[in-house]
């Protein structure tokens, strides 16, 4: 009996949350470097699955190649959507968090 290994102990720890098609994540990313749009505009420009879009526009984002660009009504829904480039050009930049002293002498 102590040989059998559980299942769970026998198989590899394989990661499946970082499993993606690499085809499709540069359909997206070329998607977006060269035009602005939405998920469910890349969705229908590119045709891979709209809920593989979103977890490749949030791995995107997390490497720095993505950005929202702004938020306003999608075209074909008319709700609030984000609308995201690869350009960096078109990128907004963060502000410097500063640190103000109150206490300065002078």
């Known amino acids: 009996m102590a040989e059998n290994k559980r299942a769970t102990e026998a198989a590899p720890n394989i990661d499946t949350t970082n499993v993606h098609n690499p085809k499709d994540l540069n359909k997206v990313l070329e998607y977006f470097r060269y035009t ?18 979103t977890w490749y526009v949030r791995d995107l984002e997390n490497m720095g190649l993505l950005q929202a660009i702004y938020i306003a009504p999608d075209k ?21 968090n500063t640190q103000f002293n109150l206490f300065e002498e002078g």
């Open 36 to 53: 602005v749009g939405t998920t469910l505009d890349c969705f229908f420009a590119t045709g891979v699955l709209r809920n593989c879009i």
């Open 76 to 96: 074909r829904t008319h709700f609030m959507a984000k609308h995201y480039s690869a350009d960096p050009q078109k990128w907004q930049t963060k502000p410097h």
